[in-house]
């Protein structure tokens, strides 16, 4: 590690208690540039911290952050990703996508000048990802090989979005500032102002730059470098460099055209006409790889299940009654003889329902003693022990004079170490000492969960219920988002056991009896850009949103059309029952350049704003007229009830003419021009130096404009 590494004092330091910082990879004027580690999201990123004396300005902060939000808003995989901005104590800072790899710079020192296939192919990537800048209504302003990133693995992206133009508060001068003149368009020097056609002269500087192996333009001073660009035109490359195309000759002097008029409009346009000679030259850019930003790994299948605990239920045998019924019938009238032979009949008889009556009575006391003694009024019932400890469901089995056997199983219901139920089933007769299995409870089963991406949420609810995971309709979070409508976009995990929720979206393991919570889509929101205000007052109405209208002039888009929809306040997809702010179109702001004071203020009064006036003088507009209106201060368009600055001319600055009197000639000459006057004579006194000035015309003390010419009277004396 190097000494400037080691006392740096934001290595190791948490910066705004997520991020990490692990190492400095690179500073410049603005800015130190370290790699660190996102604790939230587990990745690594590139962590830009602005330099002390200007995270302090208030101006410059305000316009870092506008741009940074710009800057995030576009998606262009030819563009390096910001993530967050914030500031966090003294230190504002940008987070951006860490790209591992050289800039263009470094390639340049290292083969000079680049091949035409790989000057295409950089080019190509640097004005698609300009092009979605310009769409955006993004400039860079700070175009240059620095700033193109070549990363490992072939992806060309451009970065420093917002920094060039938050920057344009501050003033960097000697060799921090050549690396930007070297690409500095003329009305950039001449004016200072910029457009999306400054990005595209920088452009054909770093193209030129590219095909010749060096910059069009050198001096030892940044004002000599920008005097030329102001002045001359910028040679073909292939003056340097005879093997360029004549094409890509043309490319360059289009790029460059001193009048920003002459140029392409945008990135889009000159990407166009690059693609147009890729094709007349048959040459196409090479090929680069680019790796999703995350990749889903299907977590591995469960190797195996609980089996079913089997329950095989015993059947106890019966018994039939036994019953006997003797009947007897007789003479009526028997004689003597037959009474006797009756009685003798009755007696065996009688006789032989006794022997009968002892066997049966002792057959019944064999089988009551089989019975109780080894048949089934021998066996118990199996006791219920659900809900009981093992130790409770043991001697409760005891007490029925049975065997407890302790064996395990999941379940989603009853609570670990609690009895789930019995083996055989409660009720079952057993011999007394027999085992019974008690079933104990191991808590829920693990299941592993697949992803859920483009799911229908009727399919996850399928994969909800074969898992035993609750959820509940009624609290599903329902979001407008791209997905179709009733498609799931996420997927939280409630741990029965904890207060923890997992993300389960991808695919999880959970356990049965969690509960899960389901993000649901609603479809895209409605579009309402560009729309007739109480068109999309009734849309986003009937979407169950809450409306709120603000109101901008603009020139851009017609009276009482919707300019555009302000983004949720909070993070995440807009929902039923949130407040929206959909921003309509005043039309174009009262123009009021050119028109006396009076007029202008009531005008934008009219209009709703609050004017300001502040004087200015001025040698091209006339007194109480106004010169211009200041630019709004955040930025964007004007809205009703903003402080707005108009310039009131007062017309020409007007100085006193100084008294020469009693000075030579060519002293009061000195002194009339150091006033700033033109100072004039009569041509016979051109042969006089020794002449005194007598007074002037006008007089001194008279006030005039500066550059007003002023007669000296002379005379000779002695």
């Known amino acids: 590690m190097s000494t400037s590494q080691q006392v740096d004092p934001l290595i190791g330091r948490l910066v705004d208690g997520r991020y990490r910082v692990r190492a400095r990879i690179a500073r410049g004027g603005m800015a130190t540039v370290y790699v660190a580690t996102d604790l939230r999201l587990e990745r690594r990123v590139a962590l830009k911290v602005m330099h002390g004396h200007l995270s302090d300005d208030s101006v410059f902060q305000s316009r870092f952050i506008q741009e940074a939000r710009s800057a995030a808003r576009l998606a262009d995989p030819h563009v390096v990703n910001v993530f967050d901005q914030g500031q966090d104590g003294e230190l504002a ?11 263009l710079r470094e390639l340049l020192k290292e083969q000079r000048r680049l091949t035409v296939t790989q000057t295409i192919t950089i080019m190509d990537a640097v004005l698609s990802g300009l092009a979605a800048a310009h769409r955006a209504g993004l400039i860079h302003r700070d175009v240059k090989p620095e700033n193109v990133l070549l990363a490992e693995d072939g992806r060309i992206k451009i970065g420093d979005f917002g920094l060039a133009r938050a920057s344009s508060a501050n003033t960097a001068t000697g060799a921090q500032l050549l690396g930007t ?15 999306a ?27 000599q ?7 001359d035109s910028v040679p073909r490359p292939s003056v340097k460099n005879p093997g360029v195309p004549e094409q890509l000759d043309e490319l360059v002097l289009w790029a460059t055209e001193k009048d920003p008029d002459e140029r392409p409009s945008d990135a889009q346009e000159m990407l166009e006409r690059l693609r147009e000679i890729e094709r007349e030259l048959g040459i196409a850019p090479l090929p680069t790889r680019s790796s999703p930003a995350f990749e889903t ?17 015993g059947v106890l045998p019966t018994t039939a009654d036994l019953t006997g019924d003797v009947s007897d019938t007789g003479p009526t009238e028997p004689d003597n003889a037959s009474r006797l032979r009756r009685r003798t009949d009755e007696r065996r008889r009688r006789g032989a329902i006794l022997l009968a009556l002892v066997l049966v009575l002792a057959a019944l006391a064999g089988a009551a003693g089989w019975w109780f003694g080894s048949g089934p009024g021998s066996q118990v019932p199996v006791p219920e022990v659900a809900g009981l400890t093992f130790a409770e469901a043991q001697q409760r089995l005891e007490d029925a004079q049975l065997t407890a056997v302790e064996t395990r199983d999941t379940s989603p219901t009853v609570e670990a170490g609690r009895a789930i139920g019995t083996d055989p089933e409660v009720g079952t ?14 808590g829920p089963a693990e299941v592993t969960l697949g992803s859920f991406e483009g799911m229908p949420l009727s399919d996850a609810q399928a994969v909800l219920d074969e898992n035993y995971i609750a959820y509940d309709d009624a609290e599903n979070l329902l979001v407008y988002s791209d997905a179709p409508a009733d498609q799931v976009i996420g997927l939280d995990i409630l741990p029965a056991a904890s207060e923890e929720r997992v993300d389960c979206f991808t695919g999880c393991t959970a356990f049965q009896g969690d509960t899960a919570d389901l993000i649901v889509s609603l479809g895209p929101l409605p579009d309402v850009t560009g729309k007739p205000l109480a068109e999309a007052q009734q849309t986003l109405g009937e979407a169950d949103l809450d409306v709120t209208v603000a ?17 949720r306040a909070e993070e995440g997809n807009w929902r039923p029952g949130d407040s929206i702010t959909i921003v309509n179109s005043l039309g174009a702001l009262p123009d009021v350049t050119g028109r006396p004071i009076g007029e202008a203020q009531q005008t934008l009064t009219d209009a709703g704003l609050a004017p300001n006036v502040v004087d200015e003088y001025s040698d091209s507009v006339g007194a109480d007229t106004v010169i211009r209106v200041e630019p709004r201060a955040e930025g964007g368009n004007w ?78 004396t002695g």
């Not at 002039?553 to 919707?562: H, L, S, Y």
């Open 639 to 716: 809205r009703p009830g903003d402080a707005i600055t108009i310039v009131r001319s007062l017309g020409p600055q007007l100085f006193p003419v100084p008294d020469v009197a009693g000075m030579l000639r060519d002293d009061a000459v000195a002194a009339i021009e150091a006033a700033g006057f033109d100072a004039a004579y009569g041509d016979i006194w051109s042969v006089a130096p020794m002449a005194t000035a007598t007074g002037t015309d006008p007089a001194a003390g008279q006030t005039v404009p500066a550059g007003t010419r002023v007669y000296i009277q002379l005379t000779l």
């Open 429 to 442: 007769r057993l011999d007394k000492g027999e085992e019974v299995s008690v079933v104990i409870s191991t």
């Open 197 to 223: 056609r400054s990005d595209i002269y920088a452009l054909g500087i770093l193209l030129y730059e590219m095909l010749a192996g060096e910059q069009p333009y050198k001096g030892e001073q940044p004002m």
């Open 297 to 313: 790994r299907a977590l591995p299948a469960d190797g195996g299940g609980a089996g079913a605990t089997k329950v095989l239920a």
């Open 551 to 567: 109101e901008e002039f603009t020139a851009e888009v017609a009276a009482g059309t919707i300019i555009r929809v302000e983004p």
């Open 93 to 103: 800072y940008l987070v951006m996508e860490y790209l591992p790899g050289i800039t």
């Open 181 to 195: 003149i070297a690409y500095l368009a003329p009305e950039l020097v001449t004016r200072g102002t910029a457009d």
């Open 225 to 231: 470098i920008a005097f030329q660009h102001a002045t």
